[in-house]
């Protein structure tokens, strides 16, 4: 399909710059290398890597496939990320997806950053152990974000990992599974308001393709930057939908999950107030996957709300000193043998 340049999600002033150097449509872009396409358009370097990253996001929706395809494509490559609770797990098929988007929900205090933490040392568990053996991207915007705890939760995964290892693969693979190597491959970024978020994002398409390892984004949180500066709604809802369309194409395009965590506002509905995620409504459609992480008097509860893919459920869930868990982890056996494959983690049950 033959797209317009002048419709790319580019700046202004770019498109006006491909336009008058003859760049009519993106086919007329594909096959062009950011050095030249800088020099024909007279585009500066960084312009030219802008362009030519939109050209391939919007090319790999052009052509039709069947849904047969698609279903066959889906189970090749399905995969998750374990979050180390068996029936949360359990409940969203195998994990958190990875290619899709999951926004998790709670109140403060409830475990929304434990859970994140964990997925960033869970999405590093060695293939042959049931993970995806992976990088992460911790985009952190409250400072929320706790070096030791994450040291702490790295070795509680690593010795977990140990126990299970009954063959040569495993035994290879411990080797290089330590918590200074956990630590090395995830990449911290701290963003103070929304502006550098933003620009954060923008910026990370050129890094995901030199980092093709990278499996898992999170955003810690997305709410937080912009609940705190706007008063023009209308403009946040904007930059918040354009924000939502670009994380959807940065999981499929760079195959990897974006998970981001959400606050909680008051909703008055029939005279009656109640606790619904921030950002508005629109928002909600952004997620493939929506968790709600509440309190049931003294009870931590998982409730997996929105989903394509998975009926709605409510787990329980522990933060223990090794970190997310289930309520009576700490009877199960821990030298229990891992499943493998789609349906079998280092998270066993």
């Not at 993106?26 to 990253?53: F, G, M």
């Not at 023009?232 to 904007?238: A, K, P």
């Not at 009926?311 to 891992?338: L, N, W």
Request: proline content about 4%; charged content about 20%.
């Amino acid at each position: 399909m033959q797209r317009p340049v002048s419709s790319l999600p580019l700046n202004p002033s770019v498109r006006v710059k491909l336009v008058s150097a003859g760049f009519q449509f993106t086919a007329d872009l594909l096959h062009l290398q950011p050095q030249q396409l800088s020099k024909e358009a007279r585009l500066s370097q960084q312009e030219a890597l802008e362009v030519l990253q939109a050209v391939r996001i919007e090319g790999e929706g052009d052509g039709g496939v069947t849904a047969l395809e698609l279903l066959q494509k889906e189970q090749e490559e399905l995969r998750s990320i374990v979050t180390f609770c068996c029936q949360l797990d359990d409940a969203l098929g195998g994990g958190l997806p990875v290619g899709r988007v999951t926004e998790i929900c709670g109140a403060p205090g409830v475990g929304k950053t434990q859970l994140c933490l964990q997925l960033a040392v869970d999405v590093q568990v060695p293939q042959c152990f049931g993970g995806v053996g992976g990088q992460v991207v911790f985009i952190d915007t409250e400072g929320s974000f706790l070096l030791q705890r994450v040291a702490d939760v790295a070795t509680a995964t690593v010795r977990h990992c140990s126990l299970l290892v009954d063959d040569d693969e495993q035994r290879v693979a411990m080797e290089t599974f330590t918590v200074d190597n956990i630590l090395s491959n995830m990449f911290l970024v701290r963003c103070h308001d929304y502006v550098e978020l933003l620009a954060e994002l923008h910026l990370l398409l050129s890094f995901l393709s030199n980092h093709p390892r990278v499996r898992l984004l999170v955003i810690d949180s997305v709410a937080s930057p912009f609940r705190r500066l706007f008063d023009e709604l209308s403009q946040r809802t904007r930059l918040l939908s354009s924000l939502a369309q670009q994380l959807i194409a940065m999981a499929t395009s760079h195959d990897i999950a974006v998970v981001m965590t959400n606050q909680m506002t008051t909703r008055l509905r029939g005279g009656q107030s109640q606790l619904v995620p921030a950002l508005g409504e629109s928002w909600g459609h952004a997620p493939t996957t929506r968790l709600l992480l509440h309190w049931a008097g003294p009870q931590r509860l998982a409730a997996v709300f929105k989903s394509s893919g998975h009926m709605d459920s409510t787990v329980q869930y522990q933060i223990t000193a090794e970190g997310f868990r289930d309520m009576d982890q700490s009877e199960q056996s821990q030298s229990k043998r891992p499943r493998t494959h789609s349906d079998q983690s280092a998270a066993s049950c």
